[in-house]
């Protein structure tokens, strides 16, 4: 027999079908011509049980490999594995060299890594770091806590104004938004 083919697919578009007044950028959905069904705009394996998996999205020449998950977050594979572990909320460049180290794994490009190296970071990041949801958690509670206690520092966050002594005569604008004129406040 012959060699499996790819499936065909083509591309509807209709305007007035979605409302959309004409110039505007339709979005396109791919179809299958065989078997008429819809086709994913991202397609998920998971090669060993247990590991988080690789996210895989169409490329020109079908499918391939895009980003490798940690802590919930799709890092880039066409950076080193330093930099790439920098995406996540939580990681700096400090922290990203320490995971490496700890994990003895070479710092090579994100898909060079083979599945093992990549479990053993997860497992680091999982097991010693504070990182996105939890992370951004434990800020709010911070902040919530400072303003509950109604100290110095929660007020000036209640108040959007600068918290570390900064001036706010001029300047602070960051931290006021713009300038609302008032009257009176002119030279006398």
Partial sequence: G????????VEELSMAALGMRAGAR?????VNVRTGLEARRSVVSAPLVGTAPRVQQ???NGFHVMNARVSGVEIPNNKRIETSLTY?????????????VKTSVDNKRTKDLDEEELGKIRA???EEYT???DLRR????????LTDIGCYRGRRHMNNLPVRGQRTKTNARTRKGRKKTVAGKGKK
């Fill in 58 to 60: 169409p490329g020109r």
């Fill in 124 to 126: 680091v990041i999982e």
């Fill in 88 to 100: 996540i909320f939580g990681i700096g460049d400090t922290k990203a060299k320490e995971i490496l």
């Fill in 26 to 30: 339709a979005p396109t959905r791919r």
């Fill in 2 to 9: 012959e060699p499996a083919s790819p499936p065909l697919l």
């Fill in 131 to 133: 990182v996105e949801g």
């Fill in 138 to 145: 434990q800020k709010l509670m911070a902040l919530k806590r």
